[in-house]
């Protein structure tokens, strides 16, 4: 898997591996060798010669013609708070705030394209024009203020819907106002929840049409890049694990059955998104259940199947895809799923899953394990985690709002003050 590294990134990897040497760790075993490191992950990013050596998570990483300053994502994340799928000022605060917090990608929660295919009340939508104006007012915002990119997550929440909102009970059906679900085969999520309907030809038809019409409305916003949910037992995540696809016709059975709805609709998303812009797409790969359902192996070969249809990086969670799903926690604990991925299936990689110091992401990414991180919850008690994270490491080359910079620059003080204490103290 990693014979085609180069042997600076091979002894790298090697040396992270069991994730007891950290990237910071290494900087004390040998402060001179992880410096040349480093430079040689930036140079070969850049392109370019450089007189000193940058942080990896600051390196920049293009896609098509995206073009991110740095590799830190803001995961998407279900807010909960939007009114019939419209996004209001709290989404309008929330994603801003993030985008000037440094990241170099910001992502939308889980944004529905039909009214039947939230997985709540509260879930936002670009399923009607009316949602199309509250989101370009957020994407022009973060564009005119930051130099982050912002992605919009499609998806239809399946036999995962018509449930409380996040903080009343997860996964808990409403006790009034339901709506009809719909699943690959009629199998609820769980006994409490309702039985979805069993996808025909025509529901499948029109689930593809909710997907393009909202690309397409992805577009009227000014998104730069689409990602398909193919993930966490929603809908079409539903129809790729054996555990909920129990049909008998060519959308059930193989994997390769299994896949064919998942990529029918993708590959009409990607007919009608601009060719110069990128798409991504979530999938679980694992369920968590064993060989009972889908695994490592199957992940690669589920990602090289969406690479033939345009995508142009993967964003690998796993899980959630079943109520039995018994994963095994841990920092950094999906990582080696995005790793398989990428250097198995020569796939681009988003890791994702407990990725919460500085050290996690700059280790990721030297060691060739992904090519971005997604951070979700560290972005949610502090939108400036990026900003911190280079004040963390003495690194001033980054955008800092201007507002903002006599923060940073208090932040660099009471961090040197810190480690002059700390060294006094040894």
Not at 56 to 77: E, G, Q, W, Y
Not at 89 to 100: E, K, P, T, Y
Request: glycine content about 8%.
């Amino acid at each position: 898997r990693y014979m085609e590294f180069d042997p600076i990134q091979f002894a790298y990897s090697l040396l992270t591996r069991s994730q007891r040497v950290s990237h910071e760790n290494l900087r004390l075993r040998d402060k001179t060798w992880l410096e040349g490191a480093e430079k040689w992950f930036a140079e070969r990013t850049t392109g370019k010669p450089l007189k000193k050596a940058i942080p990896p998570m600051f390196t920049p990483f293009k896609l098509r013609d995206m073009a991110l300053k740095n590799r830190i994502v803001v995961s998407p994340m279900c807010m909960y708070s939007a009114e019939d799928g419209t996004v209001n000022d709290f989404h309008f605060v929330h994603l801003g705030s993030r985008a000037q917090g440094g990241a170099g990608l910001v992502y939308t929660e889980m944004t529905d394209v039909s009214r039947d295919g939230r997985i709540s009340p509260g879930c936002a939508g670009l399923y009607n024009d009316d949602h199309v104006k509250a989101w370009k007012r957020i994407v022009d915002f973060i564009h005119a203020n930051t130099g982050a990119k912002v992605a919009i997550q499609l998806a239809h929440a399946g036999r995962k819907g018509s449930t409380k909102i996040g903080w009343e009970g997860y996964d808990i059906p409403l006790e009034d106002g339901n709506w009809p679900l719909l699943g690959p085969s009629p199998i609820p999520w769980a006994e409490i929840n309702q039985i979805p309907r069993e996808m025909t030809r025509d529901d499948m038809e029109k689930v593809k049409n909710d997907f393009v019409q909202a690309t397409k409305r992805a577009i009227q916003c000014g998104f730069d890049m689409v990602e398909m949910h193919c993930g966490h037992g929603y809908l079409l995540s539903s129809f790729i694990t054996p555990i909920s696809n129990q049909r008998n016709d060519k959308y059930g059975g193989s994997l390769k059955n299994r896949l064919r709805f998942p990529l029918e609709v993708f590959k009409a998303m990607r007919a009608v998104w601009p060719k110069e812009k990128p798409m991504s797409v979530r999938i679980s790969a694992s369920d968590w259940i064993g060989e009972k359902g889908v695994t490592g192996d199957d992940a690669v070969i589920i990602a090289d199947a969406f690479k033939g249809v345009g995508v142009d990086i993967v964003d690998v969670s796993a899980g959630q895809t079943s109520p039995e799903a018994r994963p095994v926690y841990g920092r950094m604990f999906q990582t080696p799923l995005a790793d398989q991925i990428r250097n198995q299936g020569h796939t681009a990689t988003m890791a994702v899953g407990n990725i919460y110091e500085v050290d996690h992401v700059n280790s990721i990414l030297m060691a060739g394990r992904a090519d971005l991180c997604c951070l979700a919850r560290p972005h949610l008690l502090d939108p400036y985690w990026t900003l911190r994270a280079a004040a963390e490491l003495g690194y001033r080359e980054i955008d800092i709002p201007p507002q903002y910079e006599s923060g940073f620059d208090q932040l660099e003080r009471n961090l040197a003050r810190q480690a002059e204490m700390t060294v006094m103290k040894v």
